[in-house]
């Protein structure tokens, strides 16, 4: 009972936080988002394709509609749900084998939450929380929940989904339970979007080249040196840079390729399954190899 009271007082903490903390650039272009989808129809219109699924936009208006009633900002509202999906993370973690009060404590106070979800109101945030709760339900043979909380996150960000692979090769029994979860919850979640999919958008991999990663060393890097009074480092980085630009989407593909037949190799060897292991490396590997 104490450290489920220290989880809801960090809570509170970053709640109080948030109201007075800034924000990047994020929120300003989530709310311009979920102004379009609260007063223009028109973006769920096949010709409009979008590149999130239908629960993204469900996180970012909702903030935008409390904000409204209540009066306090939108960058508060946001950051809201992230903050909620850290404690549900910790209170889920506690109750882990290979968990506990410790790794409860530090996730909690962990400076990396205070800053995706105290300062950035990082959508990621719910979505992990989602995955988390598959994972915990699927230990616990509970397939249909399982399925269901795993496509809730995939409608926040979709490459969460491809976790689906890793649960169902762990799953001996009650497979048809967890697909037929999420199947049916990707399918509400997604109805009204169906179309854009034709236009290969929501498929595809959201990224900007030298915002993060790699590719910002790669962009800015050379930069950076030239203003130190190295001559010619930018035109001999160009190169490369316009080839990421060009073919750094693949690379994403090209990892859930490696990560679906790694898993589907070990199942094929009899390996003990591990989904908790299997998902922490395919997300890892994810951001590793990321160009953008």
């Keep these: 009972m104490r450290l489920t009271?220290?989880?809801v007082a960090m809570t509170v903490v970053k709640l109080i936080l948030a109201a007075c903390w800034g924000w990047t650039n994020d929120i300003p272009q989530t709310l311009a988002q979920a102004e379009a989808f609260l007063h223009s129809p028109s973006v769920l219109r096949p010709e409009h394709p979008s590149i999130f699924p239908l629960?993204?936009?469900?996180?970012?208006?909702?903030p935008l509609l409390a904000s409204m009633w209540t009066g306090l900002s939108y960058a508060f509202w946001l950051k809201v749900p992230a903050i909620l999906a850290d404690l549900a993370i910790a209170?889920?973690?506690?109750?882990?084998?290979?968990?506990?009060?410790?790794?409860?404590?530090?996730y909690i106070v962990n400076p990396v939450s205070f800053l995706l979800s105290v300062y950035h109101g990082q959508l990621h945030t719910p979505a992990a929380a989602g995955a988390v709760l598959a994972l915990w339900y699927a230990e616990r043979h509970r397939r249909m929940a399982s399925g269901v909380a795993l496509a809730l996150s995939a409608s926040v960000r979709q490459h969460f989904g491809l976790l689906i692979l890793p649960l169902m090769l762990a799953s001996r029994t009650r497979r048809l339970a967890l697909?037929?979860?999420f199947a049916l919850v990707t399918l509400l979640a997604n109805v009204t979007l169906i179309g854009t999919y034709r236009h290969g958008i929501m498929a595809s991999p959201v990224w900007a080249y030298g915002a993060w990663g790699y590719g910002m060393l790669f962009l800015q890097g050379p930069r950076l040196l030239e203003w130190c009074g190295l001559e010619g480092i930018v035109e001999a980085a160009t190169g490369v840079n316009q080839l990421l630009q060009v073919y750094?989407?693949?690379v994403y593909w090209g990892w859930a390729a490696v990560f679906l037949?790694?898993?589907?190799?070990?199942?094929?060897?009899h390996e003990p399954a591990d989904p908790w292991r299997e998902g922490l490396v395919f997300l890892l590997g994810l951001y590793a190899v990321s160009p953008g």
């Design 248 to 250: 750094g989407p693949k």
């Design 55 to 62: 629960g993204y936009y469900w996180l970012a208006t909702a």
């Design 179 to 181: 697909v037929a979860g």
């Design 91 to 106: 209170l889920t973690l506690r109750t882990m084998s290979r968990g506990g009060a410790w790794a409860a404590f530090l």
């Design 5 to 7: 009271a220290w989880l």
């Design 261 to 269: 037949g790694w898993v589907w190799r070990r199942s094929r060897r």
